[in-house]
């Protein structure tokens, strides 16, 4: 099995940290956690969480993507993604040139369509066609948008401009690109502004919000988030379906970031308030905006606060109750299962742990490639046992370990 021992975020954050010339007991005080994580971390025996892995980036001044070894540049060759950046780039910079003569933009229903083909190929982490198609589409936005005079097709070419905006966002995202993905993300904003929908405003918050968690900066994420929640209730009916999903969703946001911060009492309180909000809507809804919200998102993030707790007993007694719907986002699902793989981990349940990354695989392959915790759960896991198994050895070799 090709695997290099030094290939893990505890290899790079020794390296790191003897570049800065800090022991092991300077870098946990800096970065405000023990040195027996420090060290179990760096030998490749301990996960690193989302968290520690942002306080260690902020400690040793470098991003959080260097600790993790993105972008994945050999596996994105392989599945012909890497080509698919620099067009991606160039379409980003278009947008304030005007519109382009050689363009002929078809109606807007067309473009809107084709819009929307794309944010369902995201949300089932369907990648080349998102990257092949984007930057077209981009381009054939932004001409027909400077185009057309102010109006009702105007504001939906605004809004289908914020949404492949949200598109890019979420490519470049995955795949480790995380400046390209700010750019994105401002661009969307810039967009829903002029679609003039506050809920499309509120939420491009909620993803910066999760930018701002990778980063470890769960403070200033609470701070969007209680400014998207504002942008929420300027919506002309905010007792719609919509209205309430997306405060729901931002509610279990803010439940992520309270238990980032280690705020269990918050974290309750905002579990709380999504899952009064589920029950006003009475089912789930798996696609208003482009995300799900209902009973079945609050069980999910109350199984996901508890790991990110460290409360394990809790996590695992909430997971026995969760139950996913056939219409549920593959990515929501294969987001669980990372997240389980995770906790069984920490809990030193080798085999449990394998299992939930075969089925992160299954249910949303690509997320599952370029999600970084999977590759430092298989290094975990390979670094413990004596043998990795024939299982672990095909996803070691298949993340391109």
């Not at 390296?15 to 490749?44: C, M, N, P, W």
């Not at 993604?81 to 078809?106: E, K, M, N, S, V």
């Not at 999910?300 to 707790?309: G, K, N, T, Y």
Request: glycine share 6%; proline share 5%.
């Amino acid at each position: 099995m090709p695997h290099h021992d030094d290939d893990h975020i505890g290899a790079r954050i020794a390296d790191h940290r003897k570049l800065r010339q800090l022991t092991q007991t300077g870098l946990a005080q800096r970065a405000f956690v023990s040195r027996g994580t420090i060290a179990k971390v760096e030998a490749g025996l301990s996960p690193a969480s989302p968290a520690v892995v942002a306080a260690v980036a902020r400690a040793l001044e470098v991003d959080v993507t260097v600790l993790n070894g993105q972008p994945y540049l050999s596996e994105m060759r392989q599945d012909r993604l890497d080509r698919l950046i620099t067009p991606l780039q160039d379409a980003l910079d278009l947008y304030d040139l005007g519109p382009d003569p050689a363009i002929a933009p078809r109606p807007i229903a067309d473009i809107a369509a084709d819009i929307d083909a794309l944010c369902a190929s995201t949300c089932a982490t369907e990648y080349n066609g998102v990257g092949t198609k984007l930057p077209g589409l981009l381009s054939e936005l932004i001409t027909l948008n400077d185009l057309l005079p102010t109006g009702p097709d105007r504001q939906r070419a605004t809004a289908s401009l914020s949404w492949a905006y949200w598109v890019a966002f979420k490519f470049a995202y995955r795949l480790g690109y995380h400046q390209l993905a700010t750019i994105a993300l401002e661009r969307m904003g810039w967009m829903a502004e002029q679609a003039q929908d506050p809920l499309l405003l509120a939420l491009r918050l909620r993803y910066r919000s999760a930018m701002l968690l990778r980063r470890g900066n769960s403070l200033m994420a609470a701070k969007v988030l209680d400014r998207a929640h504002q942008l929420v209730d300027q919506h002309d009916d905010r007792g719609s379906v919509p209205a309430l999903a997306m405060a729901g969703t931002l509610h279990l946001a803010g439940a992520i970031a309270a238990a980032q911060a280690k705020n269990p009492d918050d974290v309750r309180d905002r579990l709380e308030l999504a899952g009064k909000t589920a029950e006003r809507i009475g089912r789930d809804v798996p696609q208003i905006y482009w995300a799900s919200f209902g009973q079945t998102n609050v069980a999910h993030f109350d199984v996901a606060a508890s790991v990110e707790l460290g409360r394990m007993g809790d996590a695992m007694k909430s997971a026995r109750r969760l139950r996913f719907p056939a219409d549920h986002p593959k990515t929501r699902i294969g987001r669980y299962y990372i997240e389980m793989s995770r906790a069984h981990v920490q809990m030193g349940r080798a085999e449990s742990a394998e299992k939930f990354l075969h089925r992160a695989r299954e249910v949303a392959p690509q997320q599952a490639r370029y999600h970084p915790m999977v590759r430092e759960t298989i290094a975990i896991l390979v670094r413990r046992q004596r043998r990795a198994p024939e299982g672990l050895a095909s996803l070691a070799a298949w993340v391109g370990m």
